[in-house]
Nanobody, 125 residues
């Protein structure tokens, strides 16, 4: 069983930055690919960023490429999402997710078995 707890959300002005963190309660964190998804009101949950089990490969949605950075620390069982140059359209609940298929870094939410409770990010204009 994997438990994920996100933190770091909040209210920020457009152009500002936030850093989200996800702490994983799991025996071997490096067995999992990790990702961040987000869901805005009235919209479907969408992919934001993913990172391979080793941290050697990262993937981003076009809408956040160049502004967001995903990273992980397997020694601390943590995955972070650094968000810079935030825009009002980044406003959403952000979810951390874990995929036990460590050989493939998936971008589809259907592949992720474990989810955190989410953290709200609000960007004001």
């Amino acid at each position: 069983q994997v438990q994920l707890v996100e933190s770091g959300g909040g209210l920020v002005q457009a152009g500002g930055s936030l850093r989200l963190s996800c702490a994983a309660s799991v025996r071997i964190f490096s067995n999992y690919a990790m990702a961040w998804f987000r869901q805005a009101p009235g919209k479907e949950r969408e992919f934001v960023a993913a990172i391979s089990w080793s941290g050697g490969n990262t993937y981003y949605a076009d809408s956040v490429k160049g502004r967001f950075t995903i990273s992980r620390d397997n020694g601390k069982n943590m995955v972070d999402l650094q968000m810079n140059s935030l825009k009002p359209e980044d406003t959403a609940v952000y979810y951390c997710a874990a995929d036990p298929d460590r050989m493939t870094t998936n971008l589809s939410l259907r592949k992720y078995n474990y989810w955190g409770q989410g953290t709200q990010v609000t960007v004001s204009s």
